[in-house]
């Protein structure tokens, strides 16, 4: 395995500022940036992407704006999530649907992770379960550990999950 490039003081503020852009949702500055050369699927140490930083904050115009510059949508963070399973996790259906119709895979799932459909199940967020459903999401995907999205409804008490999923 290579070392990683050490970096300056300077590049570090500079990432950090790029990552505050996303986070607080600058879209003006974030299109400024990305047009002058920033890498769209720039990563902080914990594996989110600009992308990840900008829909779990709830920032759409500049979520936008890194798809357009190229963001990878199943670009998932070292805790194996990717910014749709981050969003549903947060509930946000306007980012849900923003992702789906970019690219986001409704069944993308990094190694040891979960698909987005099961964090849906297991908070109960049936309009997401639904959505998810329609845009190929599969019920019967299973996790690492064998689970599937019913399982995890059950598990969690998620008592309209439970009864969508079973009549879908």
């Known amino acids: 395995m290579a070392d990683k ?3 300056d003081d300077e590049t570090l503020a500079f990432a950090e500022r790029m990552f505050d852009l996303a986070r607080q949702g600058d879209a003006a500055q ?3 940036m990305l047009d002058a050369g920033l890498p769209a699927n720039l990563r902080n140490s914990k594996g989110d992407s600009l992308l990840m930083l900008a829909s779990y904050n709830g920032h759409l115009e500049a979520a936008e704006a890194l798809l357009t510059h190229g963001s990878d949508p199943e670009l998932a963070n070292d805790r194996c999530q990717t910014p749709l399973a981050g969003v549903v996790f947060k509930g946000d259906m306007p ?3 923003l992702l ?3 690219g986001a895979d409704a ?3 990094p190694a040891g992770g979960k698909p987005p459909l099961m964090y849906a199940a297991m908070f109960n967020r049936t309009d ?3 959505r998810l459903l329609q845009a190929g999401a599969d019920p019967n995907a299973t996790d690492s550990e064998g689970k599937t999205a019913l399982d995890l409804a059950r598990a969690m008490g ?3 999950a439970i ?3 079973e009549h879908s």
């Open 5 to 7: 490039p050490t970096l």
């Open 30 to 32: 974030l299109k400024t």
């Open 95 to 97: 980012m849900l649907d």
């Open 100 to 102: 789906l119709a970019k």
């Open 107 to 109: 069944n993308g799932c």
């Open 128 to 130: 997401m379960l639904e």
């Open 158 to 160: 998620a008592n309209d």
């Open 163 to 165: 009864a969508h999923l």
